[in-house]
């Protein structure tokens, strides 16, 4: 059992495990059919949803980033010419405006996803642990940080943007005038500083959400490793680093892949804070492609970078499974787990 | 158990093939029909102070329509936020309103999806004829020389708005009537965090609206005769670096401005802390605003012989919202009927007074309403000084690549940075790439 | 922690409260600027900020409902919101106890799959979306476009990847021998997925449920061109505060606290069943 033999990945988990539908099938009274059809019954909801609003839709995409689908076409879309690769071809082309400014964004999302996903994690987790504890105001202090996961995110973005204001923003009236840190009033919504803006944003709305998987996560960590830590002698800091984290270990392989995916492709924040067009600095991709589709009516063009961005994202994803997989089949001393399971059962 | 994959095998089957029918294009692309004959959908757009305010405006007069014809109109008013895109999924999917409006600026772009009702000599005559409209507003409905694609509802019009007080306190008698008036001007107030001007520096439609009109001042119109984008011609360089000097060079303008996106210039503008807008029909904001009539003025917007004119003495684009009707509908007859309807003289009159704006309608002109302080100033412009941004299908893609130039031009005059004429053509060309290619 | 009987040293207790008191200023610092940007008249709203409004007015909470037909979308919001998240917990339950509990042909297919659905910029799907919906109703009649089950419908979808992702997790860390006995006493598999493994799993199914009704709750995009005056839910409704020449910040405000007002209350009830332990639950 135990939250270590769950590390087992969802990808690999065909190997490693046995199951109780095949390997100990004969205790089970139901037939054959019964036995081996349920999975795919159990399945089949999920699966015929995704198909439905997720692959089939993106199958099309993928049909019309070979199109030149402009407003010309958009009346129905199967009659736009082929462009063969056409599309693709400019979007890499890295010497021309368009290129340019699409490996521009590239970089720009890479650095915010890397950054904002880090601080996301750090602060959930951070968060998480801190309220294991029981202390007074504890389920208030949690409803209090669930609260950017729970407000509009229109609402939320747009008091930022209303914050970040040069002129009458809070922040600037905090930094400039009350403690004096800069000359002169910064611009926060134009210019450099947009990146900085845009990741305190997409922080203050994200680590919510990892706050409260690993929370959820801790959980299932069971107390009595605890207690054998602490009879060892462990101090806390060495029980978060040598239980906690470890422990957490599938769950965080999990989060932190979604998480990285979502910012990646995150549209809401950087559209609210900044409207149509984002300054350079933070000229997050899902934007780009936003605009080099929907602004200017060019859905092919739009298409293609996608499709870009889907094997870009894939490639990633797959390293980021390929590695962490092997680190968590690294042995890792499941010893005491498994003297807990016998104890349990 | 074989059986149950096969049922599982076959519902997935059957789910792929339900959707790659759905792959094969949207409408029932054909013509429209009278199949439906008492029954109108309409998307209207936000005029009013908030879509509730709209309906309480519409209607009574759908319910007036309705009594008239039997025709029942159903209307939803859409936000502008998701206007655009609305009309295109319907575009393409060809599960759209009868009726819609639509931003003037969008005509020849949704013209050219070849989705709406071409407006030609046979359709005009069911609404009561062509000459009933206002020419300039003609002029943004759609590509020249071809059928119009919408007809004009509400027009609008840029004018200064300046305030009285600051004026006087400044010791300024009259508003400026030329650019260079207008920094003299602009210069005397700006001082003690008080500005002279007001601009929405983020706001893309808005900056188009600005460097289109000072572009047409400078001779330059940022398309050729043929529709091929110009956007590095001498005019359209000196009419951009023109607009961002007012912050960059002539300091009338507050750099905070560059980061304005959402009106917040009129609310500075009505709190007293800049003394001059050019704005399309602010009256209305003003008032919500807390500013009372009498605290503002109104002049036509400068040109540089100080009187306002056709060509290098326009002063306005030609700002406002077009009906047009889905080719597809099934109720063509009635859709042409409420169109009508709505650009007959006294629904004009109105519905134009509710809003604010100015009836496209000559006859609904006469109104008085349409002649007081706020009014009479944008009824004149759009008579003799206004011009239609350009009629051509990428004019979505220019709003966009120009607009985002000038936006970060505002940015760089604002951190301090020079702005160049060498500095405007460098984003202006990268605009201009950023242009398809035909 | 409470599981070490030791009490903890004074360098974790100090850099907690630290730590826990800047993040709940960073967490409350825009929601304080909701709160007194909702009590001010507009005209001092769009003014220089201060800490402590000047004049004091409740205006903004009694024009929102008037403004935008605001407790419409919040209706259309729990309506949708709702169901899209009970339709997935229940679907993701099953999916993840397939994958957990079963060996069968195309597992990692599937697994694989559902992730990658991750990777495929939103915008995209939009318009394709929205075709199959147009024409799945001009096919069968049944109207998805424009109606909250439509939006149900791909919300729903929208959070089943995840879910199921982390179910498949939960599910995989409570004891198998406990499903097993249970098979053993004769349940059916599904008995025993809902008498044992559920229960075991309660803190990741309210995880699972809350970060449902979230991406329902807070998604604009699809919301804005799938919706109709009817259907319209509060994410895009919101916007509405924004009109073609005023932004009624006052009452954006206002709006935005009224309506997640209800939903921290939930989180308030809710989040008791986010920490029963696992071990509490399951194993007795």
């Keep these: 059992m135990t939250t270590t033999t769950a590390s087992a990945q969802p990808g690999e988990r065909t190997v490693g495990k046995s199951s109780p539908g095949t390997a100990r099938g004969p205790r089970r009274r139901p037939g054959r059919i019964r036995r081996l059809g349920l999975p795919y019954l159990l399945l089949l909801p999920a699966l015929l949803l995704e198909l439905l609003v997720h692959l089939v839709p993106m199958v099309i995409g993928v049909v019309m980033s070979f199109k030149e689908l402009t407003q010309f076409y958009i009346r129905d879309w199967t009659t736009a010419p082929w462009t063969g690769l056409d599309n693709f071809t400019m979007s890499v082309d890295f010497d021309a405006p368009v290129g340019e400014a699409l490996l521009h964004s590239f970089l720009v999302t890479c650095a915010f996803t890397v950054l904002s996903v880090g601080l996301c994690w750090l602060i959930g987790t951070a968060a998480a642990i801190c309220m294991q504890d029981t202390f007074r105001g504890r389920g208030l202090l949690r409803a209090i940080f669930l609260v950017p996961y729970a407000l509009p995110v229109y609402a939320a973005v747009i008091t930022w943007a209303f914050m970040f204001q040069h002129d009458n923003g809070l922040v600037n009236h905090v930094l400039h005038d009350q403690l004096g840190l800069t000359d002169k009033p910064s611009f926060w919504l134009i210019g450099d500083n947009s990146f900085v803006a845009l990741l305190v944003v997409s922080v203050w709305k994200g680590w919510p959400f990892a706050f409260l998987i690993v929370m959820a996560g801790l959980q299932n960590i069971p107390r009595e490793l605890y207690e054998a830590a602490a009879l060892d002698g462990a101090g806390v800091w060495q029980q978060i680093r040598r239980i906690t984290l470890p422990s957490l270990r599938p769950v965080n392989q999990v989060l932190v892949l979604v998480l990285f995916l979502w910012t990646f492709n995150d549209f809401n924040t950087p559209f609210v804070l900044f409207g149509k067009a984002a300054p350079e600095a933070a000229d997050l991709i899902s934007l780009h492609i936003y605009q080099s589709s929907f602004v200017t009516w060019n859905f092919g063009t739009g298409s293609a970078m996608s499709v870009l961005l889907l094997l870009f994202l894939l490639l990633v994803t797959g390293v980021y499974l390929f590695l962490t997989s092997r680190a968590t089949r690294a042995p890792r001393t499941p010893r005491k787990h498994e003297e807990r399971r016998t104890a349990d059962a | ?438 | 922690m409470p599981r070490s009987p030791m009490a903890a040293p004074r360098s974790f207790t100090w850099t907690r409260r630290v730590f826990l008191t800047l993040l709940t200023g960073f967490v409350l610092l825009p929601v304080y600027v909701m709160v007194s940007s909702s009590l001010k008249p507009l005209e001092d709203v769009a003014g220089q900020f201060h800490w402590l409004p000047g004049n004091l007015t409740v205006r903004p909470y009694i024009d929102i409902w008037s403004t935008v037909p605001l407790a419409k979308y919040f209706v259309n919001s729990l309506i949708v919101a709702g169901a899209a998240t009970a339709c997935s917990v229940v679907i993701a339950v099953f999916a993840a106890y397939a994958v957990s509990r079963y060996e069968f042909r195309g597992k990692r297919v599937f697994s694989v799959a559902v992730l990658s659905t991750q990777m495929f910029p939103g915008i995209l799907f939009l318009l394709p979306l929205f075709l199959i919906y147009v024409n799945i109703g001009n096919a069968t009649g049944i109207a998805l476009f424009g109606s909250r089950g439509g939006l149900i419908l791909t919300y729903l979808t929208f959070s089943l990847p995840f879910s199921i992702w982390m179910l498949i997790g939960y599910f995989d860390s409570v004891p198998r021998d406990l499903d097993e006995a249970a098979l053993v006493d004769g349940c059916g598999p599904l008995r025993a997925l809902f008498k044992v493994v559920v229960p075991a799993a309660v803190p990741g199914i309210v995880a699972v449920a809350v970060y449902a009704f979230m991406t329902a709750w807070g998604e604009v995009l699809f919301a804005s061109v799938m919706t109709n005056d009817a259907t319209r839910t509060l994410a895009v409704g919101l916007q509405g505060y924004s009109t073609q020449n005023d932004v009624y910040w006052n009452q954006i405000m206002a709006a935005s606290l009224v309506v997640s007002v209800p939903v921290v209350a939930g989180f308030l009830l809710l989040q008791r069943y986010l920490v029963a332990g696992l071990t509490a639950g399951a194993v007795k």
């Excluded at chain 2, 109104?367 to 302080?373: E, G, K, L, R």
Aim: charged content about 20%.
């Design chain 2, 1 to 438: 158990m074989r059986s149950i994959r096969a049922a599982a095998v076959g519902a997935v089957t059957l789910s792929l093939a339900l959707a790659a029918t759905a792959c094969g294009g949207g409408s029932s692309s054909g013509g429209g029909s009278n199949d439906s004959p008492k029954e109108l959908t309409y998307w209207a757009s936000n005029q009013g102070a908030g879509v509730e305010v709209d309906k309480k405006v519409l209607q009574p007069e759908l319910d007036k329509f309705e009594k008239e014809t039997g025709i029942k109109v159903k209307l939803e008013v859409v936000p502008w936020s998701d206007l655009l895109n609305r009309i295109l999924t319907a575009t393409t999917s060809g599960q759209g309103p009868d009726v819609l409006n639509i931003g003037n600026t969008w005509s020849a772009s949704l013209q050219a999806t070849g989705a709406l009702l071409p407006w030609d000599a046979k359709n005009f005559e069911k609404i009561g004829g062509r000459d009933r409209f206002v020419d300039s507003a003609l002029g943004s409905t759609g590509v020249q020389g071809q059928d119009p694609a919408a007809v004009p509802l509400y027009s609008m019009a840029y004018a200064l708005y300046y305030n009285k007080r600051m004026f006087a306190d400044a010791g300024i008698t009259k508003p400026p009537a030329t650019w260079d008036e207008l920094v003299a001007t602009g210069k005397k107030i700006s001082k003690g965090g008080k500005w002279g001007l007001g601009a929405e520096g983020a706001n893309l439609s808005n900056n188009i609206h600005q460097v289109f009109v000072l572009g047409k001042q400078h001779g330059a119109d940022f398309f050729t005769a043929d529709g091929k984008p110009d956007f590095t011609s001498d005019g359209a360089v000196a009419a951009v670096k023109q607009y961002v000097d007012l912050m960059a060079a002539d300091k009338v303008v507050a750099p905070g401005n560059a980061e304005y996106a959402q009106n917040q210039s009129l609310s500075d503008f009505a709190k007293g802390r800049t003394a001059m807008v050019l704005w399309q029909t602010a009256s209305a904001t003003f008032k919500t605003m807390g500013m009372k009539d009498d605290e503002w003025g109104v002049a036509p917007a400068p040109v540089p012989s100080g009187t306002p004119g056709a060509d290098r003495a326009t002063n306005s684009m030609v700002a406002g919202i077009n009906m047009a009707v889905f080719k597809n509908s099934d109720n063509l007859d009635g859709a042409t009927r409420f169109v009508k309807f709505m650009t007959s003289d006294a629904e004009q009159k109105l519905l134009n007074k509710a809003y604010g704006s100015i009836p496209p309608v000559k006859a609904a002109q006469s109104d008085p309403a349409f002649n007081t302080q706020a009014t009479a100033v944008l009824r004149e412009t759009l008579a003799t000084s206004a011009a239609a941004l350009p009629q051509v299908s990428d004019e979505s893609q220019f709003e966009t690549a120009v607009g985002t130039a000038v936006k970060e031009l505002f940015a760089d005059a604002a951190a301090g940075r020079e702005v160049t004429t060498e500095s405007v053509k460098e984003k202006l060309a990268k605009a201009q790439q950023q242009m398809p290619n035909k």
